[in-house]
């Protein structure tokens, strides 16, 4: 089992709508979460981090932590074809706070 | 957030030569820097943590006497790919960690892309 697991698309949501992302870790890893932006040829761009379980709203994004059944999902309201790129779930290690494992990645398409 | 750097940002070389890519943190000192590797289609997969003043932590499977890592100062971590041949091929990418902060939120580099002939 990858420690990591993403479903990589791609996800095509109308603009305006609400894109939905998810991702699984296993538990060996644990503690912090983050979601990065990946446009075409681009490097990562963090949009959010989340620690705790519940919800963390950021403008129209929001993360959710659920540790009990171990996933973290991405809500992006209002979507917008500039927000077509691929989304990464990456999770740092219980044991070693600076060491992420990333999942592959869901490629998001938001149609005009 | 930080602002990380690194040249160059596209690189092609011969197979058999030496390649170094550098990665800066602008306005902020970084004890810490990450290196990692992205192949098309794929996610990024580390290759080494990078400690200022010290040797270089690699990952299982990743040669460490093929990829040189020198953190010389606090603003300065250098991969060095030796005698590099087209299976180095690669998106490689730096990070660093928020300064500053107690976060472990990792920001990166904009990316060198290789390519070995």
């Known amino acids: 089992q990858k420690e990591v697991e993403q479903n990589s698309g791609p996800l095509s949501v109308p603009e305006g709508a609400i894109a939905s992302l998810n991702c699984t870790y296993s538990d060996r890893v644990s503690q912090s979460f983050f979601w990065y932006r990946q446009y075409s040829g681009k490097s990562p761009e963090l949009i959010m981090s989340i620690y705790s379980n519940g919800d963390k709203e950021d403008g129209r994004f929001t993360a959710q932590l659920n540790k009990a059944s171990q996933y973290v999902s991405l809500l992006i309201r209002d979507s917008q074809p500039s927000d077509s790129a691929t989304y990464l779930c990456?999770?740092?290690?219980?044991?070693?706070?600076?060491?992420?494992?990333f999942g592959s990645g869901t490629k998001l398409n938001v149609k005009p | 957030g930080a602002v990380v750097s690194q040249h160059p940002s596209r690189v092609i070389c011969k197979s058999g030569t030496s390649v170094k890519i550098e990665c800066r943190s602008l306005?902020?000192?970084?004890?810490?820097m990450f290196w990692y590797r992205q192949f098309p289609k794929k996610s990024l997969m580390l290759m080494a943590t990078?400690?200022?003043?010290?040797?270089?932590?690699?990952e299982q499977g990743v040669e460490k006497d093929k990829f040189l890592i020198n953190h010389a100062s606090l603003t300065l971590s250098t991969l060095t790919v030796t005698s590099a041949h087209p299976e180095d091929s690669s998106f490689y990418i730096c990070?660093?960690?928020?300064?500053?902060?107690?976060?472990?939120?990792?920001?990166f580099g904009p990316g060198t892309r290789l390519t070995v002939l």
């Open positions: 306005d902020f000192q970084a004890t810490t």
């Open positions: 990456a999770v740092n290690m219980k044991d070693n706070f600076n060491k992420f494992y």
């Open positions: 990070s660093a960690r928020a300064p500053g902060t107690r976060s472990n939120e990792q920001f």
């Open positions: 990078s400690n200022e003043g010290s040797k270089a932590t690699y």
